[in-house]
């Protein structure tokens, strides 16, 4: 299917919801000066290209989606009160009301930073926080006078993308391939979204599982490929979690990565290194 294709058949029928997905989510805000939450906490970041980096996480309540690898389902469950951590890097977490206003959350935030430089970014993560955008259009501002900002996204909500994508310092996009997530196909929003996000610096993202197919790489390849062949694709082999219970084999990931190394300039194998030293 053509790039064309794709963009015409998000026009026509974009993601259920995903316009106003933020007020019907898990009791999402409606205020711009609060955020539903699971937690926030300092952590060294396991996957895409800046893994190894030193982030604060904040992680949104709430996703429209449900893949079978999920392994964040607390985002899935209404949560009362948001797990704050006081000491960056040491699990002594503090609960607090959910929503929180984002004055507190400033206040905890910076009080992670226990020295300048500590963290090299904060990440906006879920659950799917362009579910949260009314929200994100105050919070990021007041992030972005102190750190970069990282956004992780199922890339599928490319209509309230557009109103946070100037402030965006580095967005981490999912292809959401059905054999590794179990659900339908999201070409055509993964197409409109990245249009978008090519404007700011993007990476896409494929999580492949034992039984994602050569149809599906080469799909990815091909949008990847029109919109700007410099992209950069990070393959990332599926964690066993719930019903997932088997990672590609070596075999595989190494011919998927030469297959889409035929077409795009930047592809690179990264597991999600977090899970191997045993950090949440």
């Not at 179990?182 to 700011?200: D, S, V």
Request: some cysteine.
């Amino acid at each position: 299917m053509s790039l064309t294709s794709l963009l015409d058949a998000a026009t026509v029928q974009p993601a259920t919801g995903a316009h106003e997905t933020e007020l019907s989510a898990h009791d999402a805000p409606r205020a711009s000066a609060k955020s539903f939450l699971v937690e926030v906490f300092s952590a060294i970041q396991g996957e895409g290209p800046i893994v190894g980096t030193r982030q604060i996480f904040v992680r949104y309540l709430g996703c429209h989606i449900q893949c079978a690898y999920c392994d964040t389902p607390a985002t899935h469950t209404k949560q009362r009160q948001v797990r704050i951590e006081q000491t960056p890097g040491q699990r002594d977490f503090l609960t607090l009301p959910n929503p929180m206003t984002h004055d507190d959350l400033m206040q905890q935030i910076l009080q992670l930073e226990a020295f300048a430089g500590l963290h090299d970014s904060v990440s906006l993560t879920g659950g799917e926080p362009m579910q949260h955008v009314r929200s994100l259009l105050d919070l990021i501002p007041r992030l972005k006078a102190h750190f970069p900002i990282y956004l992780e996204t199922d890339g599928i909500l490319y209509q309230n993308l557009e109103q946070v994508l100037p402030q965006l310092d580095l967005i981490g996009m999912d292809f959401k391939l059905p054999s590794a997530t179990g659900l339908q196909p999201y070409w055509a929003e993964h197409a409109q979204f990245l249009q978008r996000a090519a404007r700011r610096e993007v990476f896409v993202k494929l999580v492949l599982s034992q039984q994602s197919t050569p149809e599906e790489i080469d799909t990815s390849i091909e949008l990847i490929r029109s919109v700007d062949p410099e992209i950069l694709l990070i393959l990332q082999p599926v964690t066993p979690y719930g019903s997932v219970r088997h990672s590609p084999t070596p075999e595989q990931m190494l011919s998927w990565q030469s297959r889409a190394k035929q077409a795009l300039k930047r592809v690179r194998v990264i597991p999600q290194t977090h899970k191997m030293m045993g950090q949440i």
